[in-house]
């Protein structure tokens, strides 16, 4: 997983509401929320904001074959 955020060039990691498409580790969740909302640690949360869709999609692409 934290190669596959660290490869992402469109995206990005933040902590906070933004316009831009982001992606982060739902690790930062509380485990007792995780698990309420059955949610496991290595899954990405993935916000889309106003980029080109084809650039997150090439985005997506390219850091799943960085992440291999």
């Known amino acids: 997983m934290r190669c596959f955020i660290e490869a992402l060039k469109v995206f990005f990691v ?6 831009r498409s982001l992606a982060e580790p739902h690790s930062r969740l509380a485990e ?11 899954q990405i949360r993935v916000s889309i904001g106003t980029e080109d ?16």
């Open 53 to 68: 869709p084809d650039d997150l999609l090439w985005d997506i692409e390219q850091a799943l074959k960085h992440s291999r």
């Open 14 to 19: 933040a902590l906070g509401g933004d316009a």
């Open 32 to 42: 007792e929320a995780r698990r309420e909302a059955g949610v496991k640690p290595e």
